[in-house]
């Protein structure tokens, strides 16, 4: 059984307000491209298929073209929704899309039942749990303690009663403790939102979505595939793909992955301003790609932005690293601030303002403080 798992194509997303959307059609366009040459029996989708609950008709449009030639390749399709998702708009019409092939995540009900595959090795049950938060979980079961995300997730998946006998897969969209964020990623307050990777012990794959980096989280199979695009500059350096998953008998799989090149890269450069528009500097970059500038130099350029977008069209952000800002802390902290959790933030403000580190009594306050603010939002 060949699975290929994708997840978090965010369709519609703005990034420092550029539409991507021109990007998206190009690598779903690739993507579609290695499945007809993988020839998968199953593409696997893990969630945030559009960036808002409430999708554009633009970037509908997109992801109903792409399912529509992926069922007429004969491929099975599986989709779930994420946290950036309607689970509502993802459901409809699921009743009807799976007698073409395509299946649609249900909003969470408690009753989930496997979809079942067969190939020469017997049966994989797929098994599709959308984004879930302790509020979804606990009216279904009242009597059970569900106080985190964990409990949660794990209370979900022991009502499925999995048989461990035969091969199963979870698509799920979580964030699972241990994993490595992005910028680009919804951070939940004090790290409230982890799951401990222990609940999935029953399945043999585990098709995550939710984190923006490819990579195996305690185990092999495990795993985030990532996104198909670079949605924040923290992003630079990963190597985006889709993950190929190929099942033999019971505790055989491999994985691999397929890398995916997109329109355009995001780049980040620095600088003087008379040093990054020399030709013979910028000749052997691609000008269309996205790029973050610092400028070293000591004055503002004036209309810098404007100046740099003559060479560097795609020039999404732009900033300073000279004597002024370092004085103003204006750069200190840059992307590194950006990771750091509400809670950590708070934390650290109580210490600059109390010369104290904040007790854990105080803490756990906060925490439930902001968890119940956090749900009341969503």
Not at 112 to 130: A, F, N, R, S, T
Request: hydrophobic share 35%; with cysteine; charged share 30%.
């Amino acid at each position: 059984m060949k699975l290929l798992h994708l997840s978090d194509l965010h369709i519609g997303k703005r990034v420092n307000e550029f539409s991507m959307i021109e990007d998206q059609e190009y690598i779903l366009d690739e993507i579609l491209t290695i499945i007809c040459e993988e020839k998968p029996d199953a593409v696997l989708i893990a969630g945030d298929v559009y960036d808002k609950a409430v999708p554009s008709a633009e970037a509908v449009a997109l992801f109903d073209d792409f399912l529509v030639r992926l069922s007429k390749c004969g491929t099975k399709v599986f989709v779930i929704s994420g946290n950036h998702d309607s689970p509502e708009r993802i459901a409809f019409g699921a009743r009807l899309m799976c007698g073409s092939g395509v299946y649609m995540s249900p909003v969470y009900n408690k009753h989930i039942e496997p979809i079942k595959l067969q190939d020469q090795y017997g049966e994989v049950h797929i098994y599709m749990l959308p984004f879930l938060k302790p509020a979804h979980v606990r009216p279904h079961f009242p009597d059970a303690v569900i106080e985190s995300y964990t409990d949660a997730v794990k209370v979900a998946i022991d009502s499925m009663e999995v048989d461990t006998s035969v091969r199963n897969v979870l698509i799920t969209h979580q964030f699972v403790m241990g994993a490595e964020r992005s910028d680009s990623e919804d951070i939940s307050v004090g790290g409230s939102d982890q799951v401990l990777a222990y609940v999935f012990e029953p399945f043999d794959y585990v098709a995550l979505g939710h984190l923006h980096k490819p990579q195996s989280v305690m185990r092999e199979t495990i795993r985030y595939c990532g996104t198909p695009l670079k949605y924040s500059f923290s992003e630079v350096n990963h190597k985006k793909s889709v993950t190929v998953v190929e099942m033999q008998e019971k505790g055989t799989i491999h994985i691999r992955t397929v890398g995916l090149t997109p329109k355009r890269d995001m780049r980040v450069i620095k600088g003087r301003y008379m040093d990054l528009t020399a030709k013979s500097y910028y000749e052997n970059l691609n000008c269309e790609d996205y790029y973050h500038i610092t400028l070293t130099d000591e004055e503002d350029i004036p209309d810098a932005i404007n100046k740099l977008r003559v060479i560097y069209k795609n020039c999404m952000k732009l900033d300073y690293d000279n004597k002024r800002t370092a004085n103003n802390n204006i750069i200190d902290g840059g992307y590194e601030r950006e990771k750091k959790t509400p809670l950590e933030l708070v934390s650290e403000f109580y210490k600059l303002q109390n010369n104290q580190e904040i007790s854990e009594k105080q803490k756990l306050f906060l925490e439930k403080l902001m968890e119940t603010i956090w749900e009341g939002e969503k």
